[in-house]
């Protein structure tokens, strides 16, 4: 989920990520950045304490550490909140969380009609515009595949 944070001037940042669908057996991982959520497992806290680590139902392990390489290194003065996720397909995601947004690695091999804001597995840079993508895809999520299911209104900094 893409919003604006108080340090960004009204541009959106990454908030959270959430997983889910058939691949995860229904269930739904929600990770959010430090100040604005936690780390949920089906609407359930997780991994509340640091370290920690969690897995359910022959998903996981999903562990929260400070061990990883970060993907900008303009965060890398600061303490490392790192959710590590090993998902199946062999998909691994790795989420750093900061006061006010996350940074996010995936890792995987591409899937069938896959495409999104990370791109589609061309190698084709050219396409992966909003307005290629939006052209493709276009910019809604349908309701009936929606993993938030809040609404968060943007609240500048005071």
């Known amino acids: 989920r893409f919003k604006p944070t108080p340090f960004t001037d009204g541009k959106a940042a990454t ?6 669908g058939p691949f995860m057996k229904g269930h739904k991982l929600k990770v959010s950045a430090l100040e ?18 969690f897995s359910d ?6 562990t929260y550490d ?12 600061l303490p490392r909140h790192i959710v590590h996720v090993d998902l199946p397909l062999g998909v691994k995601v790795s989420i750093m969380r900061w006061s006010h947004h996350i940074n996010l690695r ?22 992966e515009g909003v307005v290629q ?8 999520v349908p309701e009936n595949a929606a993993l938030f299911n809040e609404y968060v209104p943007y609240q500048p900094a005071a």
Do not use: H
Not at 15 to 20: C, K, M, Q, T
Not at 43 to 48: D, K, N, S, Y
Not at 66 to 77: E, L, P, Q, T
């Open 15 to 20: 908030d959270a990520i959430a997983i889910g």
């Open 36 to 53: 604005t959520g936690g780390i949920a497992w089906d609407g359930q806290p997780i991994l509340t304490d640091f370290p920690s680590s």
């Open 57 to 62: 139902d022959g998903i996981g392990p999903i």
């Open 66 to 77: 400070a061990n990883g390489r970060i993907v900008d290194n303009a965060m890398a003065n």
């Open 106 to 127: 995936i890792t995987m091999s591409a899937q069938p009609g896959q495409d999104g804001c990370c791109g589609n597995f061309n190698n084709n840079i050219a396409d």
């Open 133 to 140: 993508i939006q052209a493709r895809i276009g910019m809604n």
